[in-house]
């Protein structure tokens, strides 16, 4: 689930929701549930279908049917796992407020704010070739040295890197791969 929604850009807009669905996750004790809901909400909002119905430009549902489309849904796909009262009440929030259609970035924010809390920083690591867990560890080491922190590290592959890697933790991207390399030589001998 992380996979799809880290590809996410959040706004300052939906911070305050992020903040409010983290402090009551946090007051309930139960961040993992919450961070649950979220991410399964996240990828039913950022269904492109979903995403045209959830926004604020379709007039055919009323914000409740939204809220109540979103929490029937989660509920199905936790295998009829009942979505909390608390959790039900956000989303008629962010559907009061026409915000249903930005849930992928506010539980994006969420889990940012999950993983400072618990020490933990997201990173990616995308190379060209495929990670061996021993190439995995180094990088975790490394990261963990320099953020000192804790690291869930999620490794992607891409060809068009050509050879290399590319690191992203947060908005620092450490770009060691053959086409970002490339692209700077390009642009140096273009000036």
């Known amino acids: 689930m ?27 004790q139960d961040l993992p549930l919450w ?19 959830l926004g604020p430009w379709n007039p055919a549902l009323r914000g409740e049917q939204k809220a109540e489309l ?12 009942e979505v909390p009262d608390a959790f039900a009440t956000f989303l008629k929030v962010l559907a009061e407020n026409h915000r249903l259609h930005q849930l992928p970035s506010i539980a994006v924010l969420f889990e940012r704010l999950r993983a400072e809390a618990e020490s933990t920083i997201h990173a990616e690591l995308v190379s060209a070739a495929a990670v061996t867990s ?4 180094v990088v975790i080491k490394a990261l963990k040295a320099r953020f000192k922190r804790d ?41």
């Open 151 to 191: 690291i869930v590290l999620n490794c992607l592959q891409d060809q068009s890197l050509i050879a290399g890697a590319v690191i992203r933790v947060g908005d620092l991207v450490i770009d060691g791969s053959a086409r970002g390399r490339l692209d700077k030589l390009a642009t140096a001998l273009s000036q």
């Open 70 to 81: 979103v929490a029937g849904l989660c509920r199905d796909v936790r295998d009829g796992a």
């Open 35 to 53: 961070s649950e809901l979220l991410q399964t909400a996240a990828i039913i909002a950022g269904n492109p279908a979903m995403h045209r119905l």
């Open 2 to 28: 992380a996979e799809t929604i880290t590809a996410v850009r959040p706004t300052a807009a939906d911070r305050p929701y992020a903040r409010a669905a983290f402090e009551e996750a946090q007051a309930v």
């Open 134 to 137: 021993a190439q995995r560890e």
